[in-house]
């Protein structure tokens, strides 16, 4: 008689259990967990269940002497081989993928600002070559004596600020600003605005501010994400000089009318 109702019982438990796990893994699944995770809430839905079954279990015998030693030993061995094996099957956070992982984007990064500086200074030389170039033909036709002018060639500065604003979208790409922001029609899942007008609602020194400590501007009608603080106040610490200074300059090219941007606004 008390075995049957032990078994209904069982039998109503696991029902529950596996109900409770399901609806863990759909949530775990609407709210993105990698599916490890969902795998995880499921096996804890399991034991908790086999806890509550087991709080129904009919009273041992009671053990005595070297028996009940034995059964503490037993019991200890078990559940340890239990941990042990779980831990060996289940995936363990490992530090040195981590670090391998920051590692390869602080190598990309490092690798991309140097290539930037040295194209940079490439470009640069080359418009000062062309630049002296020019004064020194214009020296000869016109003879010792005469009244130099000096004619800014196209290419001083123009060849280096294209290197730049190439850089910038690099670093768009590379601090991940897309994950947040749609621009160009591509990114971001509706969590921050999207940024094609930005370059003509933003000065340089504003976007700077915006990037630098993102609490000092609001967009419009982005109070809530604004409050939560959603633009991460990172880019600060994780930017070079170099870095924040072409990803400003490829901002302030956004100059697409046809797109709304949401105006920014002074907070302090
Ligand atoms: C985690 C999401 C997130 C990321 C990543 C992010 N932002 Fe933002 N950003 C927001 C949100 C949300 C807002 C709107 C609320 C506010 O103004 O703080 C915003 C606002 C802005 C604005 C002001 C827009 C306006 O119309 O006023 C600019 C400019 C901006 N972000 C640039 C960037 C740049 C550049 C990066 C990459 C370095 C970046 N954001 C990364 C979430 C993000």
């Not at 037993?74 to 239990?82: E, I, K, N, P, T």
């Not at 971001?188 to 609602?201: A, E, H, Q, T």
């Not at 870095?243 to 009318?257: G, P």
Request: net charge positive; aromatic share 8%; glycine share 8%.
């Amino acid at each position: 008689m008390a075995n049957q109702s032990f078994t209904k019982n069982v039998l109503k438990k696991t029902t529950i259990g596996i109900i409770i796990g399901v609806i863990l893994v759909v949530v775990a699944q609407q709210t993105h967990f990698p599916q490890i995770f969902q795998i995880m809430f499921f096996i804890y839905a399991m034991l908790g269940t086999f806890v509550f079954i087991l709080l129904d279990a009919p009273p041992m015998k009671r053990l005595e002497g070297f028996k009940a030693l034995g059964a503490l030993l037993v019991f200890y061995l078990l559940l340890s081989g239990m941990y042990i094996a779980g831990a060996s099957i289940l995936p363990q956070f490992d530090p040195t993928i981590e670090a391998g992982k920051i590692e390869k984007v602080l190598k990309r990064r490092k690798a991309a600002s140097e290539q930037g500086k040295a194209d940079e200074l490439i470009a640069r030389t080359k418009a000062l070559d062309e630049r002296a170039k020019a004064i020194t033909q214009q020296l000869s036709s016109l003879g010792a004596g005469a009244k130099v002018e000096v004619v800014d060639t196209p290419s001083a500065g123009g060849a280096a600020s294209g290197d730049i604003i190439a850089l910038g979208k690099e670093q768009w790409e590379l601090q991940e600003c897309y994950n947040c922001h749609k621009l160009f029609g591509s990114g971001g899942k509706k969590r921050g605005p999207i940024l094609d007008n930005i370059g003509n609602l933003m000065t340089p020194e504003q976007l700077r501010e915006k990037l630098l400590y993102p609490k000092k501007w609001k967009a419009e009608g982005f109070d809530k994400q604004y409050k939560k603080g959603k633009m991460p106040d990172k880019y600060r610490d994780l930017m070079f000089e170099e870095e924040i200074v072409a990803l400003i300059a490829f901002l302030s090219t956004l100059k697409d009318t046809s797109v709304d941007t949401p105006k920014p606004i002074k907070m302090y």
